[in-house]
């Protein structure tokens, strides 16, 4: 457990601080990336494939460049440097290079005076297509070989066998992020052949390493900065029109700003990999697992993106929480011509644990046993091997209290009002109560912290005191989850002074704090915080020769013995660290190895009330236990907890990209079906707080877990409400009625 000395400070950890940026949101201050402008800016548009797959037979620009107030009209030839970018592989063109491959994929970019402008000069653009067979089904993927990953795993006795047999097929469709914001950048060039940008990105330094070679120029012409955005939870993980915009600032000279409308928002980023999986279990009569067996096949669309690591995760955590000793696990990441999909909430976990706790339903009923106490019998603990992996878990891993605490919660009172919002179908007045059969279901799961498989997971933070108090200088991004008030609340504890500032720092000033993504920035670059932080109290009190740190300034013996402005008219105190977690490695050829350098296990009780005849849904309330390591803000954690919670009762119930031919038909906020405040549920949960060895005063990262067992606790309840099998989520009406 990390801590420090200091004196209690207002404002500090295990507080409910109020966020910096929780009134200008509220009010409307707040500066998103979609509304900064510059002097003489210019407009930015995207010409799309309207095919999933086609080549392009011709293309004539010369329509649109010569409109009154277009400026430039841009190709994949028009490219100076790099022609492809991508995050693990730089295999997509930044603008078509002769086939489309995704439909809505960019093919041309225009600048202009204004944004009708813009959109009348892409639509004057003269295309040819020639449509071609898409390739849209990933199992036919898998014959093809169209494969970005093959993941195995391989541990114990592969002949072991158990006398009670379980075995499913279950599927996971494409959900969105649904981030009320659009993607938006803003390209200001400095006139020396450079520029800086300020995008929607999760992860400037990965963007920047991207852009600067595909720009052919120098990498510190470019200047990427953290940048106001309107949620990401993986959308924003993966490059959309950062090169677009860059490109035409730097052929016009000026400054130019891009902003999709919502329906090319969907296509322009990455989704949650839609996923077709077959579980079989293997238990003795008392319960006991022996052996599990897994394929697991994910849609990657057209490019690589993420898919590689997406594919580890939903391997390595194949099992969920569950000692077994025999296990394989065959993992796929397959290329088609559907929409792009990448990081999203959960990454890969989401998919494999609605798999993994519905089996561990469908075991339990196999052996007329209770399903809490299978999963009680069956649970890891701290110094448990890794059940895919064979990873020694080393740090706290409470899944039993998760399961206890959780259950120990009372349950919701039955439905005793004709109120049509505590009904199924709301007020659209479908539903009477004589026709609703309330079900009540449980999951458990697991998931990493962090970065894994050798990957070099490091964050920089720089911290300085000066006679204003202690300003924190961090590339991480902060997209809405509250990690500049945690890291201010760290910067207070640690260094002893009220007044903390966190200064967005630009790809020039400092190094990378890594991906606002894997739960990881409250331990990395809070980690890179609390360390820096303890260096400079330290520095302060040799100083000013005390033994305490507050903001007044430096104590000896409970006296002021020097001011803050004393103390620094020889200069601010600086301290610049790089973090690193604990190092992992790369799996073998059987998937085995020390992978991930943390975990967090969580469980959700769903409470359900059906519709049979209709098929209509009502989430009544979920609760959920999380093992959260320290609280470093209990309203920012509950805020967590509560928003996770949502997005897995979407993907449970309603959420889900309508593909057809690679084509999305849903590609609006009016049809993709998104839970709304009268859809939320109630939640009671409960914190387990066993410290983390290495994040900031114990805490481990949180945003994750609450999505990834909230949706198969939801499906189990309405199996526990109808008595189907129902192995596919989201949940539709017929698939309860069977009409």
Known sequence: MTTTTGARVRGGVGESVQRPDGVPKVTGNFAYVSDLTAEGMLWGATLR????????????????????????????????????????????????????????????????????????????????????????????????????????????????????????????????????????????????????????????????????????????????????????????????????????????????????????????????????????????????????????????????????????????????????????????????????????????????????????????????????????????????????????????????????????????????????????????????????????????????????????????ARVVLTPSGVEVYTAAVEVGQGMVTVLQQIARTAVGVEQVAVIPADTSTIGSAGSTSASRQTQMTGGAVLEAAQAVRKAALARGGGDDLSSEGVWRAGQLVMTLDDLCSAGPISEHTRFRHPLTVEPDEHGQGDLHADFAIAAHRAVVDVDTELGLVRVVQVDTAQDVGFVLNPQSVRGQIEGGIMQGVGLAVMEELIVDRGVILNASFTDYLLPTFLDAPDVEMVLIEEPSPWGPFGAKGLGEPPTISSTPAVAAAIRNATGLELNRVPIRPQDITGT
Request: net charge negative; proline share 7%; glycine share 10%.
């Open 49 to 460: 494939s309207p095919y999933a797959r086609a080549r392009l037979v011709l293309i004539d620009t010369e329509p649109a460049l010569t409109m009154p107030g277009v400026h430039a009209v841009l190709t994949q030839e028009d490219v100076p440097g790099r022609k492809t970018f991508g995050q693990i592989s730089a295999d997509q063109p930044v603008l078509l290079d002769g086939e489309a491959r995704f439909w809505g994929e960019p093919v041309a970019v225009v600048a202009a005076d204004d944004p009708e402008t813009a959109r009348l000069a892409v639509a004057a653009i003269g295309v040819e297509w020639e449509e071609l067979e898409p390739l849209v089904d990933m199992e036919e993927a898998l014959d093809r070989d169209e494969v970005f990953r093959y993941a195995p795993v391989r541990r114990g006795d592969q002949t072991a066998t158990g006398s009670v047999v379980a075995e499913g097929f279950y599927e996971v469709g494409m959900q969105d992020q649904a981030p009320l914001g659009t993607e938006a950048g803003l390209a200001i060039p400095d006139g020396e052949g450079g520029l800086d940008l300020w995008v929607t990105s999760q992860w400037t330094h990965e963007d920047h390493d991207q852009i600067w070679r595909s720009l052919n120029v120098a990498s510190d012409q470019v200047r990427q900065h953290p940048s106001g955005i309107g949620g990401a939870f993986g959308a924003r993980e993966d490059i959309s029109l950062h090169l677009h915009v860059c490109l035409l600032a730097l052929r016009t000279g000026r400054p130019v700003k891009m902003v999709y409308n919502r329906e090319e928002s969907f296509p322009g980023h990455v989704h949650r990999h839609p996923a077709r999986l077959w579980y079989r279990h293997e238990a003795d009569p008392d319960g006991t697992l022996v052996r599990v067996e897994a394929k697991m096949i994910l849609d990657g669309g057209a490019y690589t993106d993420t898919t590689p690591a997406v594919v580890g995760n939903a391997v390595y955590f194949a099992v969920g929480p569950y000692n077994v000793d025999s296990v394989a696990v065959d993992g796929y990441g397959v290329r088609t011509n559907n929409p792009p999909t990448g990081a999203m909430r959960g990454f890969g976990v989401v998919q494999a644990c609605f798999a993994h706790e519905s089996q561990m339903d469908r075991l339990a009923a196999q052996l007329g046993m209770d399903p809490l106490e299978l999963r009680r019998r069956n649970a890891m603990t701290t110094g448990d091997p890794m059940p895919t992996t064979g990873q020694i878990i080393e740090t706290s891993l409470p899944t039993v209290e998760v399961i206890d605490r959780l259950v120990a919660l009372p349950l919701p009172p039955r439905l005793d009002s004709d109120d049509p919002r505590n009904l199924p179908g709301g007020t659209g007045l479908t539903t009477t109560p004589e026709y609703v059969t309330r079900g009540v279901g449980y999951a458990v799961s697991i998931k990493n912290i962090a970065f894994s498989e050798a990957f070099d997971d490091f964050a920089e």
